[in-house]
């Protein structure tokens, strides 16, 4: 189902037709087996130039799929954790953002466990260890915001251990939420007549691997294999302030190997991935165009209820705006500037700093494929 260039590229004929009219779950571990059902509501973004694709050629297919799929995307979400939760048991959590998360895919990055009990991974009187335990109750508060696939590659999703992990998939399946991030697991999501696959990635042995890319790059081909469109999702990089631009090489911090964000994300597209949506850094980072596809290197925290250092860029954060045509690629797009209020709550930004923020980073670290936003917001190449 992908065009012929990505079939080159790849240096694979793909020759495999799976047609799934639900979201479910392709080869992870744990038992989220049921079947959801896409988004209906589809989201109007403004119109950016169209990056033109070679010739299409679909398996079983003599033409690309009709329609396109809008996509809304965020950085990292710690609704609280235990004792310290947000006003009215998280009800009006993300009241304040709501209607700019709608979409056809609606992707958060989940930081933390949706659990009670169990052990945490830090020891009695530790003081630079965190763990995240929100109420498994909170799971509805995901659904009821909009999103439909939760990203649980990141440092925070084994933070109590098989068990947190466990109730976690337990309470996103009864809010028939799909999840990505676990090895060898991909998300599928049928948008009318387009398969959507989504993949996550991190540098920790609970997590798909983001650091050995021979390995993610097999993983994106199987899934742009089955899918039309596939959306790359990394927790990735250094943490703060210092780390707010993209450079060559492998970033470390506090001693862990964080991964080559610009060496993974550029061999996931050459794989087949659409479009590479990175957290992780807590702060905004640059944006790129690389063989036509986007990449967004880290959208920062979208929400973080007394968990998280706030202020200045930390505060700072964006929901990610894309539409894609049935061969994946780019319709247009647009960042929708958001911030962190009381403790940590998701706001729209009247400031509109992510505008500049991401516009001057992509210059510095990209040059020429750096992504051009507009005052409105408007991705353009």
Sequence with gaps: MRPLALALRAGAVVVAVVVVFSLLID???APVDE???AAPEAVAVKKAPVVKKAPVVKKGKSAVPAGVVTIAAVGDIVMGSTPNLPPDGGRSFFDGVKTDLAGDVVLGNLEGTLSVGGGSKCGAGSSNCYAFQ??????AWLKQAGFTVMNLANNHAYDYGPSGQTQTLAALKKQRLATTGRPGEIAYQQVGQIKVAIVGFAPYSWAQSLTDIPAARSLVK?????ADVVIVTMHAGAEGTDHTHVRPGTETYLG???GNVVAFSHAV????ADVVIGSGPHVLRGMEWYEGRLIAYSLGNFAGYKVFALGGPLSLSGILRVTLRGDGAFDSGTLVPTRLIGGGLPALDPAESAHGIVRTLSKQDFGARAVKVSRSGALLR
Excluded: D, F, L
């Design 269 to 272: 597209v050459e794989s087949g």
């Design 256 to 258: 862990e190997n964080r």
């Design 134 to 139: 929100t109420p498994p109750s909170y799971g």
């Design 27 to 29: 080869g992870a571990p």
């Design 35 to 37: 079947e959801v059902q």
């Design 222 to 226: 199987k899934a742009a294999a089955n």
